[in-house]
C-alpha cells in the first residue's frame, strides 16, 4: 500500500487550506482513513478520521467545527478542508489508512507540512 498526501503549505490565521492524500495497492478499498499531525516537541496526535462507509467521523476538539473529513472511495482519497486556520494548527500532517481485510495492518503517508502565521 502507498499512500500520496499533497496540498500541504503556508496560510495565514483565518484562511483554509485542503490536504489530500490518495491511497493505492489494494483491490479490496480501504478501511478508516484519517490524518493526524505532529507539532515541534510534539506528540502525533489523531486530527480527524473517517470509517469505509463515511458513518463514522472522528475529530480532535481542537479542530471540530473548523476541519472537515470527508473520502470518494472510487479514487482511494481522503480530504482534509482545514477552515479558520490557527497558528497551533501548524504541524506536519500525516495520512493515515487502515486495511479494510485486517484492522491491525495500518500504513502512513510521508507527511505534509502546515504552517499557519498571523
Known amino acids: 500500500v502507498q499512500l500520496q498526501a499533497s496540498g500541504g503549505g503556508s496560510a495565514q490565521v483565518g484562511g483554509s487550506l485542503r490536504l489530500s492524500c490518495t491511497a493505492s495497492g489494494s483491490v479490496y478499498g480501504f478501511g478508516t482513513m484519517g490524518w493526524y499531525r505532529q507539532a515541534p516537541g510534539m506528540q502525533r496526535e489523531l486530527v480527524a478520521s473517517i470509517s469505509r462507509g463515511g458513518g463514522t467521523v472522528k475529530y480532535a476538539d481542537s479542530v471540530q467545527g473548523r476541519f472537515f473529513i470527508y473520502r470518494e472511495n472510487a479514487k482511494g482519497t481522503v480530504y482534509l478542508q482545514m477552515d479558520s486556520l490557527k497558528p497551533e494548527d501548524t504541524a506536519v500532517y500525516y495520512c493515515?489508512?487502515?486495511?479494510?481485510?485486517?484492522?491491525?495492518?495500518?500504513?502512513w503517508g510521508q507527511g505534509t507540512l502546515v504552517t499557519v502565521s498571523s
Open positions: 493515515h489508512v487502515v486495511s479494510v481485510l485486517d484492522d491491525r495492518d495500518k500504513y
